[in-house]
């Protein structure tokens, strides 16, 4: 069984920087594409970043530039470094795993997922 289990998050203030992790369980770590969502009540899981174990990475246009995404594979680790974030970044972030290795964008290619973590960003 595969968990993900996140940490991170909170409240900060607009213009203020955060970051996220999420450790993965299992010793195939190495192989599977890792991205990062959020949700706001009422709307889709949006797709953020994402990352293959060679460490490529994919970003959304909407946060290229602030939001980076990495992994340490020795400690079954992804991150996602948040900066310059502003009220309209308030949302509950969720990182998913995906087995096949794939750096995706697209909701459907996630086998696992963390629990979710809210960030607040106070205007």
């Known amino acids: 069984q595969v968990q993900l289990v996140q940490s991170g998050g909170g409240l900060v203030q607009a213009g203020g920087s955060l970051r996220l992790s999420c450790v993965v369980s299992?010793?195939?770590?190495?192989?599977?594409?890792m991205g990062w969502f959020r949700q706001v009540p009422g709307s889709d899981r949006e797709f953020l970043a994402a990352?293959?174990?060679?460490?490529?990475?994919y970003y959304d246009h909407s946060v290229e530039g602030r939001f980076t995404i990495s992994r340490d594979n020795a400690k079954s680790t992804v991150y996602l470094e948040m900066k310059n974030l502003k009220p309209e970044d308030t949302a509950v972030y969720y990182c998913?795993?995906?087995?096949?290795?794939?750096?995706?964008?697209?909701?459907?290619?996630?086998?696992?997922w963390g629990q979710g973590t809210q960030v607040t960003v106070s205007s």
């Open positions: 998913g795993a995906d087995q096949d290795g794939n750096i995706s964008g697209r909701l459907e290619s996630y086998d696992y």
């Open positions: 299992g010793r195939s770590f190495s192989r599977y594409g």
């Open positions: 990352t293959g174990g060679n460490g490529g990475t």
